[in-house]
């Protein structure tokens, strides 16, 4: 990466820095989920100087290897006086699902919702999300958001979005998020991960291409090969349709696919 996109991240992070103690009185949040985004994030704000917390949103859907990663890179940062915290939700995915009465999918994302945008009240937040993650959005499916507009959409935390902004401004929340490395290229991420970064998730190495939960809808066929290496993972996910669909059946919902069990959802939902 050329050291002119290093300075200028660093330089929005000193503006962010600076908006974070004059707006809220509080040292600006990383957003850290252990992916390589945010460990390039992470690594920029160190290299800035400036005062900042990290925080991780626990979705209770992620890889062990990233859960272990998290807890050393927070022990490490705590050590030299960094403040990290990880956001617990109140739900795990295997209940926020049932709950739901529908699987997440690659355009219903409640999940993220959920467990990413909890946390940032009323303090400034900056993440990884960049612009060349964008998602290429699809036609409509079975299950459509209520908002077909884009514009209307709820803009989540880490959802890369060719309309995303350097800065962003949530007033539901009354929070402030700003994207510092949203123009940096893959090509460019990659190589500041691999040569300027200090932890690195193994999870890459199991031929992973992003980190996030097991089974996020976003990794589409990937899954199969995901769901392989991590056969538990499917299991809970096939257990967690099949309660799903007694939560359904309690609610006298129609299932137009006629789903009757927790496998036939989990193989829907693996080809959508
Ligand atoms: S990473 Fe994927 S599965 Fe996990 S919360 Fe976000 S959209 Fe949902």
Redesign the pocket.
Known sequence: MSTDKEKIAIERLKTASDMSLATYGEPLIIAYSAGKDSEVLLELAKRSGIPFEVHHNL?T?DAPQTMRLVHTVFKDLEQEGISCRIERPKMS?WQLIPHKGFP?TRRI?Y??Q???EGGGKNRMVATGVRWAESVKRKKRGIFEDSHSNIEKKIVLM?DNDDKRRLFERCEMKAKTICNPIIDFTTDEVLDFYTNECKYHNPIYDLGFKRC??I????ASKARIKEFEIFPNYKKMYIKTFDRMLEVRKQRGLETRLNWQTGQEVFDWWLSA
């Open positions: 979705t859907a995915m997440m994302r999940c993220c959920y467990f990413k880490n996030g939960c089974g996020c809808p976003l």
